[in-house]
């Protein structure tokens, strides 16, 4: 898969440490240390208590598939990187993280079993992570 001309993530200071872990092929969610909820998106308060009491937390960066869309068209998109399909994957510590699935439409499920892998964007300080599925 490449990734130009897509755009990459603005980075901001909620988000720049999740950015670099992922540039280092790491894949982090954040827990509230008050009510124990591991969440993604990154953010400074906790989404479901508010508490500003929050930790980074590596990931194991495996997951299935809990829904997803294939795109076969689309506008402007790199007709390399097509079809496209867009999903939520549920990661193993709980929380679903949106992203693509980088393999053929036919091998794709809801329940399928996927693990991450990065992609490298024009900023060296940021990467993506896609899913690919797995055996395991």
């Known amino acids: 898969m490449t990734w130009e001309p897509r755009p990459v993530p603005e980075v901001n200071p ?6 670099q872990a ?21 953010r400074s308060l906790c989404p479901d208590c508010f508490s500003e009491h929050v930790e980074w937390r590596e990931s194991s960066g ?4 809990y ?10 998109w790199p007709e390399d ?8 994957v549920a990661l ?21 079993r996927v693990e991450v892998r990065f ?4 900023d060296e300080d940021v990467s993506i992570p ?3 599925p797995t055996d395991a």
């Open 14 to 19: 909620e988000t720049s440490c999740y950015w």
């Open 22 to 42: 992922a540039a280092s092929g790491e894949l982090l969610v954040q827990e509230c240390t008050d009510c124990g909820l591991v969440y993604h998106y990154p």
């Open 62 to 65: 495996r997951g299935e598939v």
């Open 67 to 76: 829904s997803y869309s294939t795109a076969r068209t689309m506008s402007g």
């Open 81 to 88: 990187d097509l079809p496209l399909i867009v999903a939520y």
């Open 92 to 112: 193993d510590e709980g929380p679903r993280i949106m992203t693509n699935i980088d393999t053929d439409p036919e091998d794709v499920a809801i329940g399928t």
């Open 119 to 122: 992609v490298d964007t024009a």
């Open 130 to 132: 896609v899913f690919v």
